[in-house]
């Protein structure tokens, strides 16, 4: 079985370690396409080197833009590489441009295409993220759902057919590497384990407009202990332009940190403010409470576990307290996300379909 992987963005680049690493177990021909949407070397290179992907055999350079100049640039070079290597499946990764872009270009020309992640809804159509998963997963020959309810969703949508509850393969790495505690987080100066917040936001709707960007960072910066700030490119950038600093208050800014150091910090942390879908999970697993800055969650589990409050207009008192009513708590002994075996579940399911 030939399989290609089409990646683009940081988040892709987690969840194609444990596939690519499964891949080459089972003997399953893997192509990685990488299409360049995330382009600096600690949101790229470093994931592939952390993580021990192969490098990519090919690599589209596409950059930024905006959605239509993005998304529209990667479609003719897919539509190339699928035609030239002629694959068993197209896997697609998630919800970014690059996910519908791949979707689109499989199968326009009749190649069958995988959605990992697939059944995922905010129910928020102000996300672009939301229409790249929902039009992905009504094109797909394949659905992977990593949990029931994305499952539910799926079948409410007329898609239970093409359905198939496989788990979440972030979880499979993330638990891998609390395991082998590999990549130990260096702390800044000053700091103690369970002493500072880890923080990172980049979603558009928190970084694009000035109001909300700057309740964000009068959030982070009035919290009761330093907030370690992972600052994401689209952050800076627009922080930059309003004039809004991040050095504000408690907040440790700090660039982007590699996959296993981010599962260490998270883990070491008293609590996590966030607006990534990713490490929303990653706190649930490694046992540290985490407050989303955002109206709503795919990830309702954790939120149902009493572990997530999920509020985008919440203060740094909410927030204080929110962790604070957690400390010395039993942790939720539910796996909603599976126990580390989804990639082995994805192999399987395109082995057999
Ligand atoms: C994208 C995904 C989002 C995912 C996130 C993870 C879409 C619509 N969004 O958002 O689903 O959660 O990745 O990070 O696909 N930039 C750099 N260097 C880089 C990458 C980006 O400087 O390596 C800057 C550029 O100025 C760019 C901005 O960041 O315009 C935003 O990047 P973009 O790829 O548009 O979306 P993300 O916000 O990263």
């Known amino acids: 079985m030939r399989v290609i992987s089409v990646v683009g963005a940081r988040p892709q680049f987690v969840k194609l370690a444990p596939i690519s690493h499964m891949f080459a177990k089972g003997n399953v021909e893997h192509i990685i396409v ?17 993580l021990n992907i192969p490098r990519p055999d090919f690599n589209l350079g596409i950059g930024s833009g905006s959605h239509a100049a993005q998304t529209g640039s990667m479609l003719e070079p897919l539509e190339k590489v699928f035609q030239d290597t002629n694959p068993d499946w197209v896997l697609a990764y998630g919800d970014t441009n690059s996910t519908l872009a ?4 499989a199968v326009k020309i009749h190649k069958r295409l995988a959605h990992l992640e697939a059944g995922l809804r905010s129910f928020n159509r102000a996300m672009p993220e939301e229409h790249n998963r929902i039009l992905t997963d009504h094109a797909a020959d394949l659905l992977l759902a990593p949990t029931q309810i994305a499952m539910e969703h799926l079948a409410n949508e007329g898609l239970a057919e093409r359905s198939m509850l496989v788990g979440d393969v972030m979880t499979d790495v993330c638990l891998q590497i609390a395991r082998d505690n590999e990549g130990a987080f260096n702390l800044p100066d000053g700091l103690t384990s369970g002493n500072y917040y880890l923080a990172t936001i980049h979603r ?3 970084t694009d407009h000035e109001d909300r960007l700057n309740h964000v960072i009068r959030t982070l910066s009035g ?10 490119p689209r952050l800076a950038s627009r922080a930059e332009s309003f004039g809004i600093s991040l050095d504000e208050g408690n907040i440790v800014p700090i660039g982007p940190l590699s996959y296993p150091e981010m599962v260490s910090a998270t883990a070491q942390a008293r609590g996590v403010i966030t607006d990534s879908g990713g490490l929303q999970k990653e706190a649930f697993l490694v046992h ?3 407050v989303t800055l955002r ?3 795919e990830w309702v589990e954790t939120v149902d576990s009493g572990v997530n409050l999920v509020d985008a207009d919440a203060t740094s008192a909410q927030a204080i307290d929110f962790i604070k009513g957690l400390e010395g708590s ?14 082995l579940h994805v192999m399987n399911a395109l082995l057999t379909r």
Do not use: K
């Open 204 to 206: 558009a709707e928190n």
């Open 330 to 343: 039993t942790w939720p002994t539910l796996m909603p996300y599976g126990t580390g075996d989804a990639a």
């Open 223 to 232: 919290m009761d202990f330093p907030v370690v700030l992972t600052v994401h």
């Open 102 to 105: 791949t979707a689109i270009s």
């Open 295 to 297: 109206t709503e969650t």
């Open 288 to 290: 540290t409470p985490c």
């Open 34 to 50: 990488h299409t360049g949407q995330h382009y600096d070397p600690e949101m790229s290179d470093s994931f592939f080197e952390h």
